[in-house]
Nanobody
Framework: QVQLVESGGGLVQAGGSLRLSCAASGRTFSSYAMGWFRQAPGKEREFVAAISWGAGSTMYANSVKGRFTISRDNAKNTVYLQMNSLKPEDTAVYYC???????????????WGQGTQVTVSS
């Protein structure tokens, strides 16, 4: 069982940056692949980024590649999403996810947090 709590969302102007954090409970955090999804109003939840348990593999949606970076600190049971060059279309609720298998996180399976709102003004 893994419980996830996201933080770091907020309001930022276009071109700005935010860093999201996701704190995980449980002693097996380091064995889980982690990911970020987002859901904008009226749209389906979409994949943003994922990272393997040892941080050796990462994957990004084309829409965020080159602007967002996912990382993790297993000693702190925390995964991060550094978001740079933010655009209004990045506005969404961002959710953190965890699954023992990397590709299961990518398709949206596993445990999920409650989300944190990111709003990018133009």
């Amino acid at each position: 069982q893994v419980q996830l709590v996201e933080s770091g969302g907020g309001l930022v102007q276009a071109g700005g940056s935010l860093r999201l954090s996701c704190a995980a409970s449980g002693r097996t955090f380091s064995s889980y692949a982690m990911g970020w999804f987002r859901q904008a109003p009226g749209k389906e939840r979409e994949f943003v980024a994922a990272i393997s348990w040892g941080a050796g593999s990462t994957m990004y949606a084309n829409s965020v590649k080159g602007r967002f970076t996912i990382s993790r600190d297993n000693a702190k049971n925390t995964v991060y999403l550094q978001m740079n060059s933010l655009k209004p279309e990045d506005t969404a609720v961002y959710y953190c996810g965890a699954d023992p298998k990397f590709m299961m996180v990518v398709i949206g399976s596993g445990y999920w947090g409650q989300g944190t709102q990111v709003t990018v003004s133009s």
